[in-house]
């Protein structure tokens, strides 16, 4: 354990012993031994052991938290916190910057309500997508939630670093009513209607009077939220998952043109996704099955693959929900339409048994938890990853630049394009995962330099990222640089107004103390 | 004062560990496991020779893809708990 280089040893120790008598001695973990290691970004494009923080204080309910602020304000620590700390892939439980303090809300995993009547639940941070849904099963209630595809991964931190899931509900701010929050000073605030003493909606109403505020403190650092609410969908009375191949890599352009009619009139109704051949094979193989060289598969390794796995270029997976009849007659638009881009092939269920592919979209498309994507990681040795995440109009043109713009990148700096769209309302989330082997320094130098081409690039395009890792966030807030700056002014300012000592997640989502006045 | 009700091992196997390690497709731990060289089975509670130290290292600091498990996630005395059941499954 080493100090935050802002404080002295002697105050950090002071205020390490001052949290332990917040939260219990067990609750504050400094050292090795007692686990502090466990908090590194173990898939850190960089030395693990450079990362992680330089302590870590889990407390068990608000009044800790308050606490533990008080501490933090009186010997300016900073703290950052974490929910489930499983997001892997954008820094885990790790700081911004090393030798901050992770605060690890893990313990308060108390699930306040599941309301079936009207379809939501109540959540603290430390509650996982597999916790949820025992709790649901165990109740026979009839509800779905909506899983990340880790599930693992916590339904509150999702949710606040504006994640994604596969069902109707699969944009995951969007189903978000009622937050509590505690800002730095210590002030709890229950957002909207929940601020109304005695409220009887505030899990069904989101906005009450006034400014809405719910918003900035996701992907923030102005508060800590402590509970949110967030609406479920109730079991619809029939549930269809399918799948369609396309053979060609430019299909994107006429798959994405034939999705966005039956997406923005709801024939499509979940949040279905359009993914690459690698993503969909790396499930089932490696690329040691294919390919023994180095760079990137090539095409006869890709078509061959492919054709034993019976799997295109590309893969669309969505669902439908609802009565039978309804189903059939959207079924007959469906067809219809995805069926018109030149070699289109179908598969239900029942075609496609057996194929873990298959299954596990299946569960993820009707909010059933599982860690089968997590078998991408087999794709190389000793795999992690890194994703990059720009956000695509529902275009061809646009699914297509971006998709060339990402392939070419990849292919150029010896890494496989392993990407998959998933279709919002009226945007995609072009989710590219770069698989790396973590104990290969040089290929993990190769990913950071990809990284940054990748980020250069899009922006010259024109594309946004929607969410990125703990060492690109200063870059990405970077290229949100219209106006002179003028957004990173505003969330300077409140950054500055809510939390004046600077102790909460400096850096997060390029947010730091300090920023407005520079 | 109340007794501490022991960790069941069991239990927190199947809900922390079976989703990446149970048998069949599907389950990241047991793809990886099963490439690797020699005769040992791919499904952990199928192996005989893991020791409750072993296994408790690498719950606590992970291992090839496996990331580290937190003590907010599981505490000493349940990863011990964990760790007794995996290494005599196979027994």
Redesign the interface.
């Known amino acids: 354990m080493n100090a935050p280089d802002i404080v002295t040893a002697a105050d950090f120790n002071a205020a390490l012993e001052a949290m332990a008598e917040v939260v219990g001695r067990?609750?504050v973990?400094r050292d090795s031994d007692?686990?502090l290691?466990?908090?590194?970004d173990?898939?850190s494009t960089r030395e693990v052991a450079e990362t992680g923080p330089a302590a870590?204080v889990?407390p068990l309910d608000v009044k800790q938290i308050q606490g533990v602020l008080a501490v933090a304000r009186q010997y300016r620590i900073p703290l950052w916190p974490v929910s489930t700390?499983?997001n892997?892939g954008y820094g885990?439980?790790a700081p911004r910057q090393p030798g901050a303090l992770t605060l690890?809300l893990?313990?308060m995993n108390r699930i306040i309500e599941v309301n079936e009547r009207h379809a939501y639940a109540v959540v603290e941070p430390?509650v996982s997508y597999?916790d949820l849904y025992r709790y649901i099963q165990e109740r026979g209630l009839k509800l779905w939630l909506d899983p990340a595809a880790p599930?693992?991964g916590g339904v509150l931190g999702n949710l606040a670093d504006r994640g994604a899931g596969y069902t109707p509900y699969g944009e995951h701010f969007m189903a978000q009513c009622g937050m509590q929050v505690v800002l730095a000073d210590g002030t709890v605030v229950d957002t909207a209607l929940g601020s109304v003493p005695g409220a009887r909606a505030q899990h069904l109403y989101r906005y009450g009077q006034g400014p809405w505020v719910d918003g900035l403190f996701t992907q923030s650092n102005l508060g800590i939220i402590t509970q949110i609410g967030i609406w479920l969908m109730p079991e619809p009375p029939g549930y269809r998952p399918y799948m369609v191949t396309f053979p060609e890599e430019d299909d994107i352009h006429a798959i994405t043109e034939a999705i966005r009619p039956l997406k923005l009139n709801m024939l499509i109704p979940n949040a279905a996704t359009t993914v690459g051949l690698i993503w969909e094979a790396a499930?089932?193989v490696?690329r040691a099955d294919y390919h023994e060289g180095t760079g990137p598969m090539p095409d006869s390794a890709r078509r061959r693959m492919a054709a034993d796995l019976k799997i295109g270029n590309w893969n669309f997976y969505a669902a439908q929900y609802g009565p039978e009849r309804m189903m059939d007659n959207d079924w007959k638009v469906i067809q219809e339409h995805l069926g018109a881009v030149p070699g289109a092939r179908f598969y239900t269920a029942d075609e496609r048994q057996?194929d873990?592919a298959f299954?596990?979209r299946a569960k993820l498309m009707r909010g059933i938890p599982?860690?089968?994507e997590?078998?991408l990681?087999?794709w190389v040795g000793?795999?992690?990853h890194i994703d990059f995440s720009p956000i695509s109009p529902v275009t061809g043109e646009g699914a297509l630049a971006q998709f060339h713009i990402m392939r070419d990148l990849c292919h150029a700096h010896g890494f496989d394009y392993i990407g998959e769209f998933l279709v919002g309302w009226r945007d995609m989330h072009h989710i590219l995962m770069l698989v790396f082997d973590?104990t290969d320094p040089d290929n993990k130098r190769a990913v950071r330099a990809l990284f940054d081409a990748l980020i250069d690039e899009a922006t010259r395009a024109g594309y946004g990222e929607y969410r990125t890792h703990l060492d690109y966030m200063d870059a990405i807030a970077g290229t949100y640089d219209w106006g002179h700056g003028a957004l990173a002014r505003t969330t300077g300012a409140l950054k500055n107004a809510l939390d004046p000592d600077g102790i909460l997640a400096p850096g997060k989502s390029g947010i730091w103390p300090g920023s407005a006045a520079s | 004062m109340p007794v501490a009700k022991s960790p069941d091992g069991a239990e927190l196997y199947t809900?922390h560990c079976s989703?990446?390690h149970a048998g069949g497709?599907?389950?990241?731990g047991t793809?990886?496991l099963a490439?690797r060289p020699g005769p040992l089975p791919a499904v952990l509670v199928e192996r005989a020779n893991l020791t409750p130290a072993y296994v408790a290292a690498v719950i606590?600091?992970?291992l090839?893809?496996m990331?580290?498990?937190?003590?907010?996630?599981l505490?000493?005395r349940e990863i011990d708990a964990v760790a007794a059941y995996v290494a005599a499954a196979a027994q």
């Open positions: 067990e609750w973990i007692a686990g290691d466990s908090y590194r173990a898939y870590a889990a700390g499983r892997f885990g439980a690890d893990k313990r430390g597999f599930g693992w499930v089932k490696t057996h873990p299954d596990y599982n860690m089968t997590y078998s990681l087999n000793t795999g992690a973590r | 809900r989703a990446c497709e599907g389950h990241p793809m990886r490439r606590r600091n992970g090839m893809m990331p580290p498990f937190r003590p907010t996630e505490n000493s």
